[in-house]
């Protein structure tokens, strides 16, 4: 019996693979394209995320992706009509420290300089330019770029209960999010309409023969002919690279987050992605300070890192907010269940006070809350792998680290044109492993401060 065969295998149906797959099945025409996972799509990483978007990044390059890929996604919201409800309510960086604001000025004219927009200014006279407020539903017709504003007036009638310690917030425009479970299906749809088979299988071993690929072997013993395989296994991204010999420079830290019923209606429900851009002390009473001390949980009655973040979840009549707080960035191997903290979602929530002080009325009893989260498996410079492996016919798709949702789109149509050997784009190169082997960008990466991640 002929051995069944592919042009191309995705291994890992997370966001990076069904996104690939789409790409190679739907946009580059690719005839034979499998999709393997053991897990159902998306219900590893990619159901856990804040499902947020942005195009401010510290670089060039991150900017280009991040374009790139929100146009691609903002194409298949007009194609679907808006089946994953992409909206563009912004990213607020808010700051009540005059050097961090200087800093938040300095970044968006980078990003400008980079491609992500004009920033444009509000304080409060007459010869502002006009701030155009976001709605909380579509995307359409609305300005790119940042607005700084430091008119507290118009601050607080933005984003009503913020802190009256502010003085001044980032409004970044081509950002908001969207349903990735749903962006995730529309793909797997259309893709499979193309052609796309699904297998629940889990790729065991990659068969290379003349030292380059030529098949896979499924976890049922199935071996199934191809011309390349594409590593997508998310957190697994190095285990699957040993398959064929490789390894690949990624590591894996824990994130989680919180979903709560904030049932004050203390954030507003129009508000975009809120971001206390300053480190902080958790308001605790000295009570249980003493308590957290004895308890062994010094670490969260010292100053906390900047970042504590969150924003509204669910149409109207919904209460409920998502927020996240890295303040640990516990670098591991990844392991399920994940580490718990029992108290992760009281230190975020109490953490939101800082920004929206209404939150502390919640200190004496917790709302309702949901803690899950996954990792954010990373390069070291916080920048995706697209492109070739060591291995001719292989390719990875991964290191999507706490942008996968947002960067899935671009990393597909990266991924699927090195596959094809279609023209790539002028980002492409700092993407591919290949990078690593420069010189300068080795001393780049020396004096690298800034990686973009919140
Ligand atoms: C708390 C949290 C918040 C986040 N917020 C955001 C956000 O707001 N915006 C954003 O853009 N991103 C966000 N992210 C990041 C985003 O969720 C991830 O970057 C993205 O989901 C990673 O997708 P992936 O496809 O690479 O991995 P995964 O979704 O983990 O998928 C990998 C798949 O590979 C499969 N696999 C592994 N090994 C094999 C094998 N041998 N054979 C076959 N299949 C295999 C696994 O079973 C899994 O299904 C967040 C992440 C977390 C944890």
Same mark, same amino acid.
């Given at each position: ?70 146009? $691609? ?74 607005? $700084? ?6 601050? +607080? ?105 904030? %049932? ?16 902080? %002390? ?26 504590? +973040? ?11 907010? $998502?927020?996240?707080?890295?303040? +640990? ?8 269940? $994940? ?78 044109? %090195? ?36």
């Amino acid at each position: 019996m002929a051995k069944p065969s592919t042009d191309v295998v995705v291994c890992g149906a997370g966001i990076a693979g069904v996104a690939t797959a789409y790409s190679l099945a739907v946009r580059s025409g690719v005839e034979r394209v499998t999709l393997c996972d053991p897990l159902p799509p998306l219900t590893l990483t990619s159901d856990k995320s804040t499902e947020c978007y942005r195009n401010l990044w510290p670089n060039r390059p991150m900017v280009a992706l991040m374009n790139r890929s929100i146009d $691609l996604i903002e194409e298949l919201a007009r194609s679907s009509g808006n089946a994953f409800n992409l909206n563009r309510r912004g990213y607020v960086y808010a700051t009540a420290d005059p050097d961090r604001l200087v800093g938040m000025r300095r970044s968006a004219e980078a990003a400008a300089g980079f491609g992500s927009g004009p920033l444009r200014e509000h304080r409060g006279s007459g010869s502002d330019p006009v701030y155009q407020p976001a709605p909380a539903d579509g995307w359409e017709g609305l300005p790119t770029g940042t607005d $700084l504003i430091t008119d507290i007036a118009l601050l +607080h009638r933005i984003w009503p209960g913020m802190s009256e310690r502010t003085i001044g917030a980032l409004h970044v425009r081509r950002a908001g999010w969207l349903s990735a479970q749903q962006l995730g299906a529309w793909m797997l749809d259309r893709a499979k309409d193309a052609g796309l088979t699904v297998l629940l299988r889990r790729v065991i071993a990659v068969e290379v023969i003349d030292g380059r690929v030529a098949g896979v072997v499924l976890d049922d013993g199935t071996r199934l002919a191809c011309g390349s395989v594409v590593n997508a296994a998310g957190p697994m991204l190095d285990a699957v690279a040993g398959l064929l010999g490789e390894s690949l420079p990624v590591a894996s830290e824990v994130h989680l987050k919180v979903a709560f019923r904030d %049932h004050l209606e203390v954030m507003p429900r129009e508000a975009g992605l809120m971001i206390w851009n300053d480190p902080q %002390h958790v308001g605790w009473s000295s009570e249980e300070r003493d308590h957290l001390a004895a308890a062994g949980r010094g670490d969260l009655i010292e100053e906390m890192p900047i970042s504590c +973040h969150g924003r509204p979840e669910g149409g109207t009549g919904s209460s409920w907010v $998502l927020a996240l707080w890295e303040y +640990h960035r516990v670098v591991r191997e990844p392991v399920w269940p $994940l580490p718990e903290d029992p108290l992760y979602g009281e230190v975020v929530i109490r953490g939101l006070a800082a920004m929206f002080p209404g939150m502390a009325a919640y200190a004496d009893r917790m709302p309702q809350r949901i803690v899950d989260g996954g990792y954010y498996t990373k390069t070291v410079e916080n920048r995706p792998l697209a492109g070739p492996m060591r291995t001719p016919g292989a390719f990875v798709a991964g290191a999507l680290s706490g942008f996968g949702i947002m960067a899935a789109c671009g990393i597909a149509d990266l991924v699927a044109a %090195h596959v094809t050997g279609s023209d790539l784009p002028e980002h492409a190169p700092a993407f591919t492993l290949e990078r690593y082997e420069d010189p300068a960008y080795q001393r780049e990466l020396e004096e690298l401060t800034e990686t973009g991640q919140i």
